[in-house]
């Protein structure tokens, strides 16, 4: 009898979703009303549209952080899970960028090698970057790699980590490990982390200290920001930096005091 | 609901997924009830609340001020509005009071003739129920922030006690001795607690962002360490390797089956581990608020599908999916924030207290009758 294999919770379905002015549940934006497992590669995608290309003139690949997809989905745990399944398969890369040890980066394989490999043209570690990306990544989904496992596991010598080091595919962690890192990606974690507190500067001046999501992303930036204002606005709902309130005129964001 | 209860009828489900549903369907509507009360006894922050198990009759609170109350929580008069009365209390004027903060009170897992409070004061005091007065006081050289007694024990009687010292001691209630210590912490022990599915497993928690569970019948140190990266060693910087949160640890809770434990800590994470392997099941809570400086005592429901996490944030209590992470709720009613709540199993009940002196209970919202029912009610009533 199929009964006996259905879950509990298919008869809540309707009870279990409490629509008030304080539900976190649900976010409408982009046509996401929930329903069916979340597309994390299509909302990955829409993301990168929103990452500027032309500010670091085309030297850094899109860059998306994980973060900024719990603004589009609500299940954390299925989004993780699916990042997870793409990063295994090799499609996409994770970076630590090094302010938080929570925030990772998210970036398509396809577009990181094209990126590094048209960076590293010309130069004399072409080759040692080339034999990196072609040897280690495709097998190796790891964020960090100690000394013993460049050495021992992948066979490359001392003078090659430190070409590799130079050219900025790794960055030292701690004496004998490196994280693995985008090239030249120094600016943007500038520009990003500026923004973010000049975006959130905007929420905590407003009258108490809160804001419609449509307000905030008509405002007009000062230079300080200089990423797209809807990028900064999903990474501080994804980080829980803000509340997000469903009003009758929409998204309302209100700082988090912490 | 009604296809339910004709499932059970003609046999086609087992009487307990009715129960279940049942269950899942009232803590999904918990709110604040105007017609349920606790008498307000405490004149400064509740630190802790326990509900007995054998009937789920009388509860015991710690308060900040020493003062130890107990209530009754059964409705014996007629009406639907009731104030659950204080049956008697530990208070200022005793001459054994506590006499600085109680951290932890809990009951005897097996009646309540007895139970067992530890203070800031440095003390763990067995109390004796019909007269109030302490049967047995433990010493300790630190701030005790936790003890626990196993609800399961048939072969021991020990106490865990974590306190200010790295080492973890078990008290034993049979023979008064204390000369069993778990070495293996290098931070004060912020909260214990034995697994409900074996009565030798022991977990606890502590400020080095470690959570270690072990065996107390093993010579030799901690079975495992929980390791919030599952051992991938190249996704933490090199200090958080090995640890389950990356700030202090200050909250446990096995689930009832014993299977997973949670923990809570200051990194603002909540995580969900398998308590057999150790492995982090990589739930994702989000952000859950987490400022205190000592534990936090949060709990799970029980007897419901899918269960859910009751967690103190803030000045509201949290209720997330236990496996989806998703938050389902916040129970917004305190004033100031609230340091504990407990879950009453048989009529799926919460009982949160806080600094504001209160202790509140959320019960389910009953279905109201429909508007024929009642029209044809009051119709009766004047026949």
Same mark, same amino acid.
């Given at each position: 009898?199929?009964?006996?294999?259905?879950?509990?919770?298919?008869?809540?379905?309707?009870?279990?979703?409490?629509?008030?002015?304080?539900?976190?549940?649900?976010?409408?934006?982009?046509?996401?009303?929930?329903?069916?497992?979340?597309?994390?590669?299509?909302?990955?995608?829409?993301?990168?549209?929103?990452?500027?290309?032309?500010?670091?003139?085309?030297?850094?690949?899109?860059?998306?952080?994980?973060?900024?997809?719990?603004?589009?989905?609500?299940?954390?745990?299925?989004?993780?899970?699916?990042?997870?399944?793409?990063?295994?398969?090799?499609?996409?890369?994770?970076?630590?960028?090094?302010?938080?040890?929570?925030?990772?980066?998210?970036?398509?394989?396809?577009?990181?090698?094209?990126?590094?490999?048209?960076?590293?043209?010309?130069?004399?570690?072409?080759?040692?970057?080339?034999?990196?990306?072609?040897?280690?990544?495709?097998?190796?989904?790891?964020?960090?790699?100690?000394?013993?496992?460049?050495?021992?596991?992948?066979?490359?010598?001392?003078?090659?980590i430190t070409q590799l080091v130079?050219?900025?595919?790794?960055?030292?962690?701690?004496?004998?490990?490196?994280?693995?890192?985008?090239?030249?990606?120094?600016?943007?974690?500038?520009?990003?982390?500026?923004?973010?507190?000049?975006?959130?500067?905007?929420?905590?001046?407003?009258?108490?200290?809160?804001?419609?999501?449509?307000?905030?992303?008509?405002?007009?930036?000062?230079?300080?920001?200089?990423?797209?204002?809807?990028?900064?606005?999903?990474?501080?709902?994804?980080?829980?930096?803000?509340?997000?309130?469903?009003?009758?005129?929409?998204?309302?964001?209100?700082?988090?005091?912490? | 609901?009604?296809?339910?209860?004709?499932?059970?009828?003609?046999?086609?489900?087992?009487?307990?997924?009715?129960?279940?549903?049942?269950?899942t369907r009232r803590v999904l509507?918990?709110?604040?009830?105007?017609?349920?009360?606790?008498?307000?006894?405490?004149?400064?922050?509740?630190?802790?609340?326990?509900?007995?198990?054998?009937?789920?009759?009388?509860?015991?609170?710690?308060?900040?001020?020493?003062?130890?109350?107990?209530?009754?929580?059964?409705?014996?008069?007629?009406?639907?509005?009731?104030?659950?009365?204080?049956?008697?209390?530990?208070?200022?004027?005793?001459?054994?009071?506590?006499?600085?903060?109680?951290?932890?009170?809990?009951?005897?897992?097996?009646?309540?003739?007895?139970f067992v409070s530890s203070s800031?004061?440095?003390?763990?005091?067995?109390?004796?129920?019909?007269?109030?007065?302490?049967?047995?006081?433990?010493?300790?050289?630190?701030?005790?922030?936790?003890?626990?007694?196993?609800?399961?024990?048939?072969?021991?009687?020990?106490?865990?006690?974590?306190?200010?010292?790295?080492?973890?001691?078990?008290?034993?209630?049979?023979?008064?001795?204390?000369?069993?210590?778990?070495?293996?912490?290098?931070?004060?022990?912020?909260?214990?607690?034995?697994?409900?599915?074996?009565?030798?497993?022991?977990?606890?928690?502590?400020?080095?962002?470690?959570?270690?569970?072990?065996?107390?019948?093993?010579?030799?140190?901690?079975?495992?360490?929980?390791?919030?990266?599952?051992?991938?060693?190249?996704?933490?910087?090199?200090?958080?390797?090995?640890?389950? !949160?990356?700030?202090? /640890?200050?909250?446990?809770? #096995?689930?009832? &089956?014993?299977?997973? =434990?949670?923990?809570? $800590?200051? +990194?603002?994470?909540?995580?969900?581990?398998?308590?057999?392997?150790?492995?982090?099941?990589?739930?994702?809570?989000?952000?859950?608020?987490?400022?205190?400086?000592?534990?936090?005592?949060?709990?799970?429901?029980?007897?419901?599908?899918?269960?859910?996490?009751?967690?103190?944030?803030?000045?509201?209590?949290?209720?997330?999916?236990?496996?989806?992470?998703?938050?389902?709720?916040?129970?917004?009613? !305190?004033?100031?924030? /609230?340091?504990?709540?407990? #879950?009453?199993? &048989?009529?799926?009940? =919460?009982?949160?207290? $806080?600094? +504001?002196?209160?202790?509140?209970?959320?019960?389910?919202?009953?279905?109201?009758?429909?508007?024929?029912?009642?029209?044809?009610?009051?119709?009766?009533?004047?026949?």
């Open positions: 009898m199929n009964r006996k294999r259905t879950l509990m919770p298919d008869a809540f379905r309707t009870k279990k979703r409490r629509f008030g002015a304080d539900n976190l549940i649900g976010n409408p934006e982009h046509g996401d009303v929930q329903e069916g497992p979340p597309d994390v590669k299509a909302t990955l995608q829409y993301l990168m549209t929103l990452f500027p290309r032309k500010l670091f003139n085309d030297s850094l690949p899109q860059i998306v952080l994980k973060h900024q997809l719990y603004s589009l989905h609500s299940d954390k745990t299925l989004v993780d899970k699916q990042v997870n399944e793409l990063r295994d398969q090799g499609e996409l890369l994770m970076f630590q960028l090094g302010f938080d040890s929570d925030t990772f980066a998210l970036v398509f394989s396809v577009d990181y090698r094209a990126k590094v490999l048209a960076g590293e043209a010309g130069r004399a570690t072409l080759g040692t970057v080339e034999k990196f990306l072609d040897k280690v990544l495709p097998c190796c989904s790891d964020l960090s790699f100690s000394k013993d496992k460049m050495l021992k596991q992948f066979l490359f010598t001392d003078a090659e130079k050219s900025g595919v790794l960055t030292v962690r701690d004496a004998g490990s490196w994280w693995l890192s985008i090239p030249n990606s120094g600016r943007f974690t500038k520009y990003f982390i500026q923004g973010r507190k000049a975006v959130l500067g905007m929420v905590k001046k407003s009258k108490y200290n809160e804001i419609l999501k449509t307000d905030l992303e008509e405002r007009r930036t000062t230079s300080h920001v200089k990423l797209h204002m809807k990028y900064h606005v999903h990474d501080i709902i994804g980080a829980e930096l803000v509340e997000c309130i469903q009003t009758t005129s929409g998204t309302l964001l209100r700082f988090v005091d912490t | 609901m009604l296809s339910f209860l004709i499932a059970r009828q003609t046999g086609v489900d087992e009487p307990v997924r009715l129960r279940r549903a049942e269950s509507s918990l709110e604040l009830n105007h017609d349920r009360d606790v008498e307000c006894i405490h004149g400064n922050g509740i630190n802790t609340i326990d509900i007995e198990v054998i009937e789920g009759r009388y509860m015991l609170s710690g308060g900040s001020d020493g003062v130890i109350v107990i209530y009754d929580l059964e409705n014996n008069s007629k009406k639907p509005h009731y104030t659950c009365k204080a049956v008697c209390t530990v208070g200022r004027s005793s001459r054994y009071v506590h006499k600085f903060s109680v951290e932890t009170v809990q009951w005897y897992p097996h009646d309540t003739g007895m800031f004061d440095k003390t763990m005091k067995v109390w004796d129920t019909e007269t109030l007065k302490p049967a047995e006081v433990f010493q300790f050289e630190g701030n005790v922030y936790c003890h626990h007694m196993s609800p399961i024990a048939r072969k021991h009687g020990l106490i865990a006690v974590g306190t200010k010292d790295p080492k973890v001691q078990l008290c034993d209630l049979k023979s008064g001795s204390r000369i069993h210590i778990l070495q293996g912490h290098r931070g004060e022990v912020l909260s214990v607690k034995w697994s409900p599915r074996y009565e030798h497993i022991l977990a606890t928690a502590s400020t080095d962002s470690r959570v270690r569970v072990w065996d107390v019948r093993r010579a030799s140190g901690s079975l495992f360490t929980l390791d919030q990266h599952n051992g991938d060693k190249s996704k933490a910087s090199s200090e958080s390797v090995n640890t389950a !949160h990356d700030g202090r /640890v200050n909250g446990l809770c #096995f689930t009832d &089956d014993g299977l997973y =434990l949670l923990t809570a $800590g200051t +990194d603002d994470r909540m995580r969900l581990w398998n308590s057999a392997t150790g492995e982090n099941t990589l739930v994702n809570y989000g952000k859950v608020v987490n400022e205190s400086r000592k534990g936090v005592k949060f709990t799970v429901s029980r007897g419901c599908s899918p269960e859910f996490v009751f967690v103190p944030c803030g000045s509201s209590v949290a209720m997330y999916g236990l496996h989806t992470g998703e938050l389902v709720t916040m129970l917004r009613g !305190h004033y100031n924030n /609230v340091d504990c709540c407990e #879950f009453h199993p &048989d009529y799926q009940e =919460l009982y949160s207290g $806080g600094k +504001d002196c209160n202790i509140l209970a959320w019960v389910p919202v009953l279905r109201h009758p429909d508007t024929e029912d009642e029209g044809a009610d009051s119709r009766q009533l004047f026949n």
